[in-house]
């Protein structure tokens, strides 16, 4: 934007070999901030994609851009388990772990100790309200509810410092100004995050 909100930059990720390929493509495009609601599994070489978020984070934005340096947002998944991906292991990356409307760890959302910040991603009958087909709203859970809020607030953050902050200071940022939730659901104490 120019000093009036944040741009959005959609990237369609379908077949092999693309996942890592857009994370290039917005680098060079123009964006900073990657949000991920998607998971590669077990099966899928993680190489490509790690050196792909590696291109991002050192070569999004930079001089007279909204922020120097990239920023990426991963949702943990929804396999209620500790797995995640082997390239979501950068401490650059924010993965983020689904909550209900009790700050406690959603039902079906994994967890890790390597969880960076939790966000509502809805639970049982209840979620987020998103759109869905034909221009109509509904109500929608999963991790990939919860990591929209992380990276908005990402994104709201970096539009009030337009051109004068860094990734590593937005990060901070939303890890400075979170809580601790682990009284909520002590079972997974230190694997959610703030």
Not at 46 to 67: H, L, Q, R, S
Not at 86 to 113: F, G, P, Q, W
Not at 142 to 158: D, F, K
Not at 177 to 189: A, G, L, V, W
Request: aromatic share 8%; net charge negative; hydrophobic share 35%.
């Amino acid at each position: 934007g120019s000093n009036d909100g944040v741009r959005l930059m959609s990237c369609g990720i379908i077949g092999p070999g693309s996942n890592a390929e857009y994370f290039v493509y917005a680098a060079d495009n123009g964006a900073v901030i990657s949000q991920n609601s998607w998971s590669g599994g077990p099966s899928q070489d993680a190489t490509p994609i790690k050196e792909a978020i590696d291109y991002f984070i050192a070569n999004a934005g930079g001089t007279g851009k909204a922020m120097n340096g990239g920023l990426v947002v991963f949702s943990m998944g929804n396999n209620n388990s500790e797995f995640f991906d082997s390239y979501k292991a950068s401490e650059k990356i924010l993965r983020v772990v689904a909550t209900n409307n009790k700050d406690e760890r959603a039902s079906y959302s994994n967890y890790h100790v390597d969880a960076s910040i939790a966000a509502p991603g809805g639970e049982d009958q209840s979620g987020v309200i998103s759109t869905v087909l034909n221009d109509n709203y509904g109500a929608s859970r999963g991790t990939s509810m919860a990591t929209p809020h992380v990276s908005g607030v990402a994104a709201l953050i970096a539009s009030k410092a337009y051109g004068t902050i860094s990734a590593d200071e937005v990060r901070a940022i939303l890890k400075g100004t979170t809580d601790f939730i682990d009284y909520r659901s002590p079972s997974y104490s230190g694997k959610l995050g703030t």
